[in-house]
């Protein structure tokens, strides 16, 4: 057996003498990992509690938080302390740290949250001191526009201080922009066919298209989505439209593609459906549905959270908003029993908008209350999601059934 040299100062011992450089290297590798298992950070007096009862305090977690883990957002870190200190009581103990569980933690921060995050972020959130985000100088174009919309959607500052770290504009708030985009050719398409841009539903070949809803025709499913693409004039498009940007965008925006147009796409069936279930001989034109479905559930979002909304002007802009949906409610009920152009057909319901209303309230609250929250873990979305599931079947057997047990006089197909 070859003899060793004495243990060296610091604890570690020479390389077996007369041995090969692998040997040797082996050996050393060996002490190295010795001293990484056992090694012992020191840690200052001052991070403890003055009887040193194993306790941090939160602002000197913060700064070790700023100090170490700078591949994260600012922002984030304020969430990993709302996590850690979970009792909100202003310390953090050994347990605390364990519990945050950072893998999961991390994880848990590129995905959609579940509810028990949610509820520590909001419980430990009340003893974070940082910045506000409107407070934040610097901002390039991009990054001012992106706190507007999270100023503008979101209640909470720790949401909005997450939605500014996160968005990336990929992609970008593209549905939105596409049903309008497509709304508006279409309209142009009709008016320069009919040779008529304001109250295109008084002409005779108006509801000849493929697209609108009419009774007659209802057995072609399709008309129960497509009637958005059609309008009754240039006035009934502008108020949709703009309705439509200036809420479906930023709301596109925070909640992404794929809630919004579940809220919208809902709205937009549920209004025609209503209207085949109430007014029965009438057609449908026009995104009312779907729009109506956006902005009563933002504003009933903005409502529920009032103290929590720092939108500039929310009342002003609140009810603006009101008073736009109330015109073109209006337009749409004088319009509705306005003399038809081409009796026995009557002009458009009106019925799609309460029915876009109807799941804006519902559906559409639930969406947009959760932000970044997993939707299947909401209790009250599925008993929405299943009442609406009920209504779209009642309406089908409705529309299979009722209309030649109740003998409804229909207008002639276009």
Known sequence: MERRSPTMAGGAREAPLNSSPAVAANAEG????????????????????????????????????????????PHKLEVLLALADGNADGKICYQDFVNLELPS??????????????????????????????????????????????????????????????YTYCPPPWLILAV???????????????????LQVSSPSFLKSPLPYHPQLRAQAWRYLS???MHTGIEHLSLNMAMQLLVGVPLEMVHGALRIGLVYACGVLAGSLAVSVTDMSAPVVGSSGGVYA???????????????????????????????????FGRAVWLRFYPPAFPPCPNPSFVAHLGGVAVGLTLGVVVLQNYEQKLQEQSLFWIFFCVYAVFV?????WNVFAYNLLDVRLPPPP
């Not at 709304?183 to 040779?195: N, S, T």
């Not at 079947?393 to 057997?397: D, I, N, P, R, S």
Request: a negative charge.
């Open 30 to 73: 060996e002490e190295i990992e010795v001293l990484e298992s056992t090694d012992v950070l020191p840690v200052a007096p001052e991070d403890y509690d003055p009887e040193n009862s194993g306790f941090i305090s939160t602002e000197r977690f913060r700064e070790l938080l700023e100090a170490h883990g700078s591949e994260l957002d």
């Open 393 to 397: 079947l009642c309406a089908v057997f």
């Open 294 to 328: 956006l902005v009563s559930a933002h504003l009933a979002n903005v409502v529920m959270n009032w103290s929590g909304m720092k939108c500039q002007f929310k009342l002003f802009r609140m009810a603006m908003a009101l008073v736009c949906m109330s015109v073109e």
């Open 105 to 166: 933690c991390f994880l848990q921060m590129s995905n959609k949250r579940s509810n028990s995050f949610r509820r520590a972020i909001l419980q430990g959130s009340r003893q974070i001191k940082g910045c506000s985000l409107r407070d934040e100088v610097g901002l390039g174009l991009s990054q001012q526009l992106v706190r507007h919309v999270a100023y503008e959607t979101l209640p909470r500052e720790v949401d909005r201080k997450w939605y500014f770290d996160s």
């Open 227 to 229: 009637y958005i693409f």
């Open 180 to 198: 309008t985009i497509a709304e508006v050719a279409v309209f142009m398409y009709y008016g320069f066919q009919l040779d008529r841009l304001v």
